[in-house]
C-alpha cells in the first residue's frame, strides 16, 4: 500500500506485466488473488518504516479484515526492484467465514502456466567494469532469440526491454575454447547504469508477445554492506499518514491503497 485513496488507474507510473514480475520477484514471493479476504496489520506496517512512528493516543485496531479490490505491480524508478501497490476494501468481521476460503474468498484460480524465464546470481567476473557477461547455456537457448550456428562465428544483437520499458542493446557471441555463449558489447554499460555488483541477480524473460526483458533482484546489503533499503524509503510521516488514513476509511468503509 502507498497513498491513501489514491486512484488504481494513475497513469503517471507505469504497470509491470504481472508474468514479468513475478520473474523479478523471484519464486519465494506469492501474492494474494483479487476478491480474497486478508488482514492488514497496522503496527507491523509501522515497523517497517525508517524512524519512529509515534501514534500518539490514537487507538490503533490490531488487524483490519479486508478485501483485495485491485493490485498494481510496479517497479522502482532507481533500483529497478519490484514492488506492487494494494488497494483494500475495509469489511465487516462478520462477513469473515473460514467455510468460505480465507485466502481464496469462493475465487477460481487457474494455475497457468509457468513463464519463460531464467535468473542468475552475478559473479565477480559478471559483474566486473569492461567485462561480459557469461550466459548459461539454457537461458541462450530458451529465452534468448535463436543463434545461427552455422556462422563463424555464431553472433547476433539482441534487444531487451527492462521495467521501466527502456530498450538495452547487447553483443551476443558463441565462442571460446570450450564454447560458451556471452554478452559482449553493451553488457558493461548495462552494468554501469543499473550500479550491478557480484551478488546481484538478473532476470531474462520472453513474453508472451515473444520480447525479450530484462530485470534485477537486488542482493540483501543490510549486513555490514549499507542500508538493505534505498535512502528515503518508508519514511515514517509517510506511514503514519497512511495508517491513520486505513483507520478512517475503516470507520467509514472506504477503500485504501
Same mark, same amino acid.
Given at each position: 500500500?502507498? %497513498?491513501? @485513496?489514491?486512484?488504481? $488507474?494513475? $497513469?503517471?507510473? $507505469?504497470?509491470?506485466?504481472? *508474468?514479468?514480475?513475478?520473474?523479478?520477484?523471484?519464486?519465494?514471493?506469492?501474492?494474494?488473488?483479487?476478491? %480474497? *479476504?486478508?488482514?492488514?496489520?497496522?503496527?507491523?506496517?509501522?515497523?517497517?518504516?525508517?524512524?519512529?512512528?509515534d501514534?500518539?493516543?490514537?487507538?490503533?485496531?490490531?488487524?483490519?479484515?479486508? @478485501?483485495?479490490?485491485?493490485?498494481? !505491480?510496479m517497479?522502482?524508478r532507481?533500483?529497478?526492484?519490484?514492488?506492487?501497490?494494494?488497494?483494500?476494501?475495509? &469489511? @465487516?468481521?462478520?462477513?469473515f467465514?473460514?467455510?468460505?476460503?480465507?485466502?481464496?474468498?469462493?475465487?477460481?484460480?487457474?494455475?497457468?502456466?509457468?513463464?519463460?524465464?531464467?535468473?542468475?546470481?552475478?559473479?565477480? %567476473?559478471?559483474?566486473?567494469?569492461?567485462?561480459?557477461? %557469461?550466459?548459461?547455456? !539454457?537461458?541462450?537457448?530458451?529465452?534468448f532469440p535463436?543463434?545461427? !550456428?552455422?556462422?563463424?562465428?555464431?553472433?547476433?544483437?539482441?534487444?531487451? *526491454?527492462d521495467?521501466?520499458?527502456?530498450?538495452?542493446?547487447?553483443?551476443?557471441? !558463441?565462442r571460446?575454447?570450450?564454447?560458451?555463449?556471452?554478452?559482449?558489447?553493451?553488457?558493461? /554499460?548495462?552494468?554501469?547504469?543499473? *550500479?550491478?555488483?557480484?551478488?546481484?541477480?538478473?532476470?531474462?524473460?520472453?513474453?508472451?508477445?515473444?520480447?525479450?526483458?530484462?530485470?534485477?533482484?537486488?542482493?540483501?546489503?543490510?549486513?555490514?554492506?549499507?542500508?538493505?533499503?534505498?535512502?528515503?524509503? /518508508?519514511?515514517?510521516?509517510? &506511514?503514519?499518514?497512511? &495508517?491513520?488514513?486505513?483507520?478512517?476509511?475503516?470507520?467509514?468503509?472506504?477503500?485504501?491503497?
Amino acid at each position: 500500500m502507498d %497513498s491513501v @485513496r489514491e486512484p488504481m $488507474n494513475n $497513469n503517471s507510473e $507505469n504497470w509491470l506485466d504481472s *508474468k514479468f514480475w513475478h520473474a523479478c520477484a523471484g519464486g519465494m514471493v506469492q501474492m494474494p488473488h483479487i476478491n %480474497s *479476504k486478508v488482514f492488514y496489520f497496522p503496527q507491523g506496517h509501522a515497523e517497517c518504516a525508517h524512524g519512529k512512528v509515534d501514534f500518539g493516543n490514537s487507538r490503533i485496531p490490531p488487524l483490519i479484515l479486508s @478485501r483485495i479490490s485491485a493490485i498494481r !505491480y510496479m517497479a522502482d524508478r532507481e533500483t529497478d526492484e519490484v514492488y506492487a501497490k494494494i488497494r483494500l476494501i475495509p &469489511i @465487516r468481521e462478520n462477513a469473515f467465514d473460514l467455510e468460505d476460503g480465507f485466502v481464496e474468498n469462493n475465487v477460481t484460480v487457474e494455475n497457468p502456466e509457468k513463464p519463460t524465464s531464467f535468473a542468475k546470481t552475478l559473479t565477480q %567476473s559478471d559483474a566486473n567494469n569492461g567485462g561480459g557477461f %557469461s550466459v548459461p547455456r !539454457y537461458c541462450a537457448e530458451t529465452i534468448f532469440p535463436r543463434l545461427d !550456428y552455422s556462422a563463424e562465428p555464431p553472433v547476433q544483437t539482441i534487444l531487451a *526491454k527492462d521495467v521501466h520499458g527502456e530498450i538495452w542493446k547487447f553483443r551476443h557471441i !558463441y565462442r571460446g575454447t570450450p564454447r560458451r555463449h556471452l554478452l559482449t558489447t553493451g553488457w558493461s /554499460n548495462f552494468v554501469n547504469q543499473k *550500479k550491478l555488483v557480484a551478488g546481484d541477480s538478473i532476470v531474462f524473460f520472453r513474453a508472451e508477445s515473444g520480447d525479450l526483458c530484462v530485470g534485477i533482484r537486488r542482493a540483501k546489503r543490510g549486513i555490514g554492506g549499507g542500508p538493505e533499503y534505498p535512502s528515503g524509503w /518508508n519514511p515514517a510521516a509517510e &506511514i503514519l499518514a497512511l &495508517i491513520m488514513g486505513v483507520i478512517l476509511a475503516f470507520q467509514g468503509r472506504m477503500a485504501i491503497t
